[in-house]
């Protein structure tokens, strides 16, 4: 079963999607239309919202359906309420094409402000730009060691803070280097949104021309050709980051054609429907500071944290592309995990993740693919020697954080070749094959992960196979029940 049916509640069907997709597009999912769009939207999202509140509270829904709406709706009513307090958010536009552990590659930001539910200003710059301000300033700050042995980095700035699979710590430590940079603003929230979004926009919009520049972005590949518009031209530490800047006009020029497309009501559910996939793939990831409104958010799992409190088996990889270009759009990830219940005193798991890097060769944004990969594990887990296959050499330690032991080693796959990776290790005496639970978190960026699930128990060997789009949680029974 996926954490979805037991934990996030199930969906309302398309047409009810609406009420929860206007905020949620305002948030995040259509970033575009909430740089450039005007308040009309917000004004029908909350009228359509309250009617639907009160009337779903007639309907035979879950318990847990209800909870999205109430959820969604108070979203709504904080940022649509006239109370002339401005509310300032801060968004983090991540390529996840440079895969890093929070979703991508953090190469712009903006600052987003609401009064009375209208977009009153937004900016919206080069992480380049801030990131310089903090070397002039002659700050450093040590970067994490793998971004120092394996990237050189000398300092730790903006564009690489999202070095943690935990959302709420990359929002926090981005706000950190915003004020570095010399940012002044306090953040009423922090949203990360991934490049992977802009094709799916696209896919609502239909293929775009933007005037003065060449060629047509569509929802096939629209993200890859933009990229190639904002960043061949500007390559290289002898590119002034001014010039740098010059690169976001195109973006501008886009974004208004598609909230030209967007901007009716016919295509609310459209955009509702685009929302609530990319937070549940977690192409967008929520923070709040106002800890009600984070509570909301967590209690629907739209806040990219890691679990912390998990009670049974854990299992999370993630990834950090070093210094392997934009390598990570050709890059195919899947998944097989085996727990032998039967291979000693404390149970043995095995994890093989798989890459298969399908580009056909080199250029100016693809290479071989590099990767600091790190597989998080229940606290007290313990590395098997030497089992490491296709990997560099394994680290471990606590994370005492998140309650997690983390081992973390360095891989390398050459173009057109697939290569399977992994590692065995131990796990904790409180993993037993009674009552098993296994909670599997996905990476931001990644896309939909092909898993297989197996398990050998004293009544036999299980398995399981799952297209992970979100996280999953399942008990062994659920396993158990389906085929060998």
């Known amino acids: 079963m996926n954490i979805s049916e037991k934990i996030i509640p199930a969906w309302l069907t398309k047409k009810r999607l609406i009420w ?8 995040g999912g259509g970033f575009f239309v909430f740089f450039y769009g005007k308040s009309h939207t917000t004004e029908i999202a909350t009228s359509t919202l309250a009617v639907f509140e009160k009337v779903s509270k007639l309907l035979p ?32 536009l991540q390529n996840n094409f440079e895969l890093r552990p929070g979703g991508g590659f953090l190469g712009q930001y903006a600052v987003v402000k609401i009064k009375n539910g209208e977009l009153v200003s ?13 070397k002039n300033a002659g700050i450093k700050v040590t970067p994490p060691w793998p971004l120092t042995r ?34 002044r603003e306090k953040f009423d929230a922090v949203i990360a949104v991934n490049a992977d979004v802009l094709d799916h926009v696209l896919a609502l919009t239909g293929p775009i021309t933007v005037p003065g520049y060449s060629g047509t972005y569509s929802s096939e590949g629209g993200a890859l050709k933009l990229e190639e518009a904002v960043e061949k031209a500007y390559l290289g530490d002898d590119v002034p980051a001014e010039v740098k800047e010059g690169r976001k006009n195109i973006m501008k020029k886009l974004a208004a054609e598609i909230l030209k497309r967007l901007a009716t009501v016919n295509n609310i559910p459209k955009i509702a429907t685009l929302a609530q996939e990319e937070l549940r793939n977690k192409n967008i990831q929520l923070f709040f500071h106002d800890s009600k409104l984070q ?4 209690s629907v799992h739209w806040d990219g944290s890691v679990a912390k409190n998990w009670n049974g088996d854990f299992l999370m990889v993630v990834d950090a592309n070093m210094g392997a270009l934009k390598s990570d759009y050709f890059v195919k990830r899947s998944l097989d995990y085996f727990v032998d219940f039967t291979a000693g005193a404390r149970p043995k798991a095995t994890v093989t993740y798989t ?23 229940p606290k007290g887990s313990t590395y098997v020697d030497n089992s490491r296959v296709k990997t560099g050499g394994v680290g471990a330690q606590d994370d005492t954080a998140f309650n997690k032991t ?13 290569l399977p990776t992994g590692i065995s290790y ?54 158990e029940e389906q085929k060998k």
Not at 21 to 27: E, F, K, M, Q
Not at 370 to 375: E, S
């Open 426 to 479: 131990e796990l904790p005496e409180t993993v037993t094959e009674e009552n098993y639970r296994l909670l599997i978190q996905k990476q931001s960026g990644i896309g939909t992960l092909p898993a297989t699930i197996r398990l050998k128990t004293s009544k036999g060997e299980f398995t399981a196979t799952y297209d992970l789009k979100k996280d999953l949680a399942l008990e062994i029974k659920e396993i």
């Open 406 to 418: 983390v081992f973390g080693y360095k891989v390398d796959v050459l173009m057109r070749q697939t």
């Open 61 to 92: 829904l879950e318990p847990d359906t209800k909870k999205e709406i109430e959820v969604v709706n108070t979203l709504v009513q904080e940022l649509t309420v006239k109370d002339d307090k401005t509310r300032v958010f801060f968004l983090l």
């Open 20 to 27: 929860s997709g206007i905020v949620l597009a305002v948030l």
């Open 295 to 298: 509570a909301l958010v967590e």
């Open 355 to 377: 890459y298969n890097h399908t580009a056909p060769g080199g250029d100016w944004r693809t290479s071989d693919y590099h990767t600091y990969t790190r597989i998080y594990a």
């Open 122 to 134: 937004h900016f919206v710059e080069d992480a380049n730009l801030l990131d310089q301000r903090i």
């Open 150 to 183: 394996y990237m050189q980095l000398k300092r730790w700035m903006l564009r690489d803070s999202n070095f943690s699979p935990d959302f709420p710590t990359n929002a926090q430590k981005a706000e950190y280097f915003y004020r570095l940079g010399g940012g």
